[in-house]
């Protein structure tokens, strides 16, 4: 797979929730560049250009999507050569931590015109101001929807059997690892986020990760149970020696929603239904579940779940907002940069790599 699109941040019930330390190891780096500087200044265009380089080259490259704005990159990593390319701003602020060694700045904000900034300072201020409430109202309206999410789960963890469940557990991992030993060299395990809420919606690169590969899938509503589930196949792997990528839930990030073992060409995804035919096999949670007195909980359920989409509705729209008020901050900011400056550092970093 030439390309990979990913998210290493996701907006959260929590908050801004952050993977970035997973985007690449700073002991198995060659090089980290973290670009620097403004809204606007075009360190999303300087990674673009150079993983397009890349590609062009024969190598492969990791997209690692802005969570906000998906149609920015937070960083690209071109994993043959192990070099990456970081947004270092806020909310993921990223500092070196070899400087030099391994880690280098790209200050593209050396290229802003700053007498031209202090004419704008009081609409700068306003707009900044109006950018961090709309993603304060943005998080609390997630946060509700994740309060409505444990409720939901509350429910159906009353109406699970746990000796089926472990059972099931342990006839997927004899299945994918039968009776392998655990590994002298353990695997590594990758957190990241292949689905986000963000200005344009929902987004979800799950689809594109799988392709081309076996797809098994974990079906059931409860996040708590496939997250479970899951977890017990990733730690599984990396006794085996297994690398394997963790793709986290982008409400609750501390719960497991799909998992990649690129050496078993295998993805493991969450699913509601079983409603594609495409999966290479299935575990369908349902058999752990005392469906019968659920049964007497399903309003309940429909109407936690009425609520909750409401609430990510709500939202997606304070992010949309967001979007809208830095897209207008960003036009002062690419009125004043030198552009030829920036296409100069790029030729000149470009070329230690050709």
């Known amino acids: ?12 019930a929590h908050g801004f929730f952050s993977y970035f330390d997973n985007i690449i190891k700073t002991d198995e780096a060659k090089r980290i560049y973290i670009l620097k500087g403004g809204p606007g200044v075009g360190k999303s265009t300087f990674m ?19 969570s906000s704005d998906n149609e920015s990159l937070d960083a690209v990593v071109i994993p043959e050569i192990k070099i990456a390319l970081m947004d270092g701003t806020a909310p993921h602020t990223v500092d070196p931590v070899l400087p030099g ?34 993603y304060k109202s943005a998080y609390r309206f997630l946060e509700a929807a994740g309060i409505i999410s444990e409720e939901i789960n509350s429910i159906y963890d009353q109406h699970i059997d746990q000796n089926h469940f472990t059972d099931l557990k342990n006839l997927s991992t004899n299945q ?19 689905e986000a809420y963000t200005a344009n919606g929902y987004v979800s690169h799950t689809q594109s990760l799988s392709s081309g590969r076996k ?3 974990v079906v059931g509503e409860n996040s708590n149970c496939n997250s479970k589930f899951l977890f017990n196949i990733a730690e599984e792997a990396i006794k085996k020696g297994c690398d ?4 986290f839930r982008p409400l609750e990030p501390d719960k497991l929603q799909h998992i990649l073992i690129p050496s078993k060409n295998l993805m493991i995804i969450s699913a509601e239904n079983r409603m594609s035919m495409g999966y ?18 399903i309003s309940e359920i429909e109407n936690n779940l009425h609520l909750q989409d409401l609430l990510v509705k709500n ?21 004043s940069m030198d552009f030829n400056g920036v296409n100069q550092l790029f030729d000149s970093m470009i070329s230690r790599h050709t």
């Open 48 to 66: 673009k250009k150079f993983a397009a380089g890349m590609l062009e080259k024969g190598h492969s490259a990791e997209y690692i999507h802005c």
């Open 101 to 134: 060694a391994v880690d280098e700045i790209l200050n593209l904000g050396i290229f802003l015109d700053s007498t031209r900034l202090e004419k704008h300072r009081m609409q700068i201020t306003q707009l900044k101001q109006n950018i961090s409430a709309f």
């Open 280 to 297: 290479d096999q299935v575990f369908d949670l349902h058999q752990a579940m005392d469906t019968e007195n659920l049964k007497t909980r």
């Open 215 to 217: 797809i098994w899938a």
């Open 315 to 335: 939202a997606l729209e304070k992010l949309s907002a967001a979007k809208k008020a830095h897209e207008l901050l960003e036009v002062f900011y690419v009125n």
């Open 176 to 194: 994918l690892f039968g009776s392998d030993e655990p590994s002298a060299k353990p695997g590594k395990m990758r957190k990241l986020f292949s």
């Open 244 to 247: 394997t990528e963790c793709f």
């Open 1 to 12: 797979m030439k390309e990979k699109h990913f998210f290493a941040g996701s907006n959260t």
